[in-house]
């Protein structure tokens, strides 16, 4: 299996960037920290419980879990998870058209970065047969939007007399919260919970069939899914905070609905955390990539960081990071401030303060290497009205090419650093290798600035006060 490749040659640029000898300097530390890291994560393999400490709460039971869900499903391919979930997302292809996944935050922003990134593009458009059966899929509960959730319940045919007939018209309920307690999803379940049972016509059995919760082992949530006797519930694994919950069902049910490779996805994070493991630091992508960064925030300034992602399928893998970013850094003074763009569109919009405007920022470009559809030709025209048959026989991603290196080159010559994330291609495989790397990356860097990555108490003050102002107790 390729893995993805750290190139940080671009913030290599004397006085606004690093030198190879201070990135060489910090690599032991951030060697020793994987060490700390990984004596917690074999504990955790071993079924031993770590000791709650400053930096190393329970949440760091991310790192093992792709390992030990792909164990278990070897072991059990039925009464596995995994294999748990697999048969919950072949009954809902034969049963709905739609599948509605209601969450906020991580326990809805991977499920999306998945579908964005692994699903053709357009994947709600095509027909039911160009989708192979597989559902649409739809996120809401992650605002109190009231047009939103009013748009998207009328196109379920909320405002309809009749029960849905067949498939075709009928959809289910995703829920993903692992309290229930969070406003905007629970207010979310009580609407589209009422629309589910009236499309299901009453019919309880077949209602209690398309909710399926991924809980906690307590909650409202959970207290909800044993009033109603629900027969299918999955887990928010114990250790796992929502951010690094992506490989668990959280993001794993949705992805396998959707008729992605869960397999691959884990194996994907499984030879990461290999890599992580086993690779020599200065060739270890996780610490490279942790190492540049926080040199250019703590000695050139550089903290705003922005992910760049040069495919529009990654947009929602960038919001999926600057979620994990902002929530696990942004403590005690300090953590940069994450910002995702999608080039070459963003390029028309915001380049220019990247270019010229301060200099308080690095830039993280991810960079596809291969392509899901063959290369497509700008084209010959007989009369050239556009001026282009000068490049007729190039293709979209030989200007892709060009402009990566193009920006890079005018970026550099204003001495603002920029790094090259390496990605094969945009498919399960890497979207795992991806998604496990930044979570192991901002790990690191907590442990690095001495802070806890985990936890996020900044933003349960907005809740307390939405609930007061409410009238709430």
């Known amino acids: ?269 499984a030879a990461m955390n290999r890599h992580f493991r086993e690779a020599a630091p200065d060739d270890n992508v996780v610490l490279k990539y942790v190492a540049v960064n926080h040199l250019l925030e703590t000695l050139r300034g550089c903290n705003v960081r922005i992910l760049s992602v040069w495919s529009k399928a990654l947009e929602s893998a960038g919001l999926w990071y600057d979620q994990l970013l902002a929530e696990s850094l942004g403590k005690e003074l300090l953590g940069a401030m994450p910002l995702t763009t999608v080039n070459t569109r963003d390029l028309h919009s915001r380049h220019q303060q990247h270019q010229q405007g301060r200099r308080d920022k690095v830039v993280n470009n991810l960079v596809v290497e291969r392509y899901r559809f063959d290369p497509l030709p700008v084209g010959q025209r007989p009369t050239d009205p556009d001026s282009l048959n000068d490049i007729a026989q190039k293709t979209l991603p030989d200007i892709m090419r060009a402009a990566i290196a193009g920006t890079n080159e005018a970026l550099r010559s204003d001495g603002r650093p920029t790094t090259n994330l390496h990605m094969p291609r945009v498919d399960e495989t890497y979207m795992g290798q991806l998604l496990q790397m930044l979570m192991l990356a901002t790990v690191v860097e907590g442990r690095l600035l001495g802070i806890n990555p985990y936890g996020q108490p900044g933003v349960e003050a907005y809740k307390k006060n939405m609930s007061r102002l409410l009238g709430r107790k």
């Open 1 to 269: 299996m390729d893995m993805l490749r750290f190139d940080p040659q671009g913030a290599m640029i004397g006085e606004h960037g690093l030198h190879p000898s201070q990135v060489a300097a910090l690599l032991p530390r951030l060697d020793s920290i994987r060490n700390e890291i990984c004596t917690t994560e074999l504990d955790m393999l071993a079924g031993k419980r770590p000791t709650p400490s400053e930096y190393q709460p329970l949440d760091a039971a991310f790192f093992p879990l792709p390992d030990r869900l792909l164990s278990e499903y070897q072991a059990d391919r039925k009464g596995s998870e995994l294999g748990r979930i697999f048969k919950i997302a072949i009954q809902l292809q034969a049963a709905v058209d739609r599948v509605v996944v209601l969450g906020i935050g991580g326990s809805y922003m991977g499920a999306r970065a998945l579908m964005d990134s692994c699903c053709q593009p357009y994947f709600n458009e095509l027909s039911r047969g160009e989708r192979g059966s597989r559902p649409r899929m739809y996120f809401e509960g992650n605002n109190v939007d009231n047009d939103a959730s009013q748009g998207l319940l009328h196109l379920l045919g909320a405002g309809s007399t009749k029960p849905a007939s067949d498939e075709m018209q009928r959809w289910a309920l995703v829920v993903i919260s692992k309290s229930g307690g969070t406003l905007e999803t629970a207010a979310a379940l009580r609407q589209f919970m009422s629309a589910l049972e009236k499309n299901c016509g009453g019919n309880q059995e077949l209602f209690r069939q398309l909710l399926i919760p991924v809980t906690g082992e307590t909650g409202k949530l959970r207290a909800l899914a044993d009033e109603l006797k629900l027969p299918e519930s999955f887990p928010v694994p114990e250790g796992v905070g929502g951010r690094f919950s992506v490989l668990s069902a959280v993001g794993l049910l949705p992805a396998a609905i959707l008729g992605l490779d869960v397999v691959k996805l884990l194996e994907g994070a």
